[in-house]
């Protein structure tokens, strides 16, 4: 199966289990890979068939400005169900990396995958 990707995304939320993590808004970065058929989207050369990728970043975006969770893990787990809702990709995998959290390393973060290829 082709995938999709979108690399670098950079969103805001409201995560962290510390009490001072919950009166602020952290930056996340998101890099996600998703299942698609690109052969019939090629064929075709529209816009019809193929995976709105704007339409997933906005998607992620608002998510993130809703969301209130404590970890990570949550946050990359609840938003893979939404994604594969919402677009219909039969697979995905994210990676939410968190930066700044520690000062030795540049972030933490988490990679799931979910669905089938």
């Known amino acids: 199966m082709d995938q999709v990707f979108i690399k670098g995304l950079e969103v805001e939320t409201l995560i962290g289990a510390y009490v001072w993590e919950r009166n602020i808004h952290q ?3 998101l890099d996600l890979a998703m299942a698609w058929d690109i052969g019939s989207v090629a064929r075709e050369d529209g816009l019809e ?3 709105d990728y704007a339409g997933v970043a906005e998607f992620v975006r608002l998510f993130a400005a809703r969301a209130r969770f404590q970890l990570i893990e949550t946050f990359a787990d609840r ?3 939404a994604l594969m809702q919402q677009f219909g990709m039969p697979w995905l ?5 968190k930066p700044g959290v520690n000062p030795d390393c540049q972030a933490v973060g988490v990679e799931i995958e979910r669905g089938c290829r």
């Open 27 to 29: 930056c996340l970065q």
């Open 49 to 51: 068939q193929a995976l």
């Open 79 to 81: 938003l893979a169900v």
């Open 93 to 97: 995998r994210l990676r939410v990396s």
